[in-house]
Each structure stands twice: as C-alpha cells, then as structure tokens.
C-alpha cells in the first residue's frame, strides 16, 4: 500500500511543477504580446 501511495505522490507532485511551468511559460508570452505594440509604436514613430 505504502508503494502505491508513494507513487500517486510522486504522479501528483510532477503534474503540479508541469502546470506552474506551463502558466509561468503562457504568463511571459501574454507579456510579451502586450510589449509588442509598444516597441512598434516606438519603431514607427
């Protein structure tokens, strides 16, 4: 039993750090989409 749940920990545990590196990765390219018609404002003008 205790293998089973040390292996449901560890499944868990993966799942949680994949999500908080697919919403860190999502977060900068919303910010760089928002940066981008800044600097095209900056080149145009």
């Known amino acids: 039993m205790s293998l089973l749940l040390i292996m449901a920990a ?4 993966v799942m949680l750090v994949s999500f908080l590196v697919m919403t860190h990765e ?3 390219i ?15 003008d």
């Open 26 to 28: 999502d977060r900068a």
């Open 10 to 13: 560890l499944t868990l545990l």
């Open 30 to 44: 919303l910010r760089e989409q928002e940066d981008r018609p800044y600097r095209n404002l900056q080149a145009g």
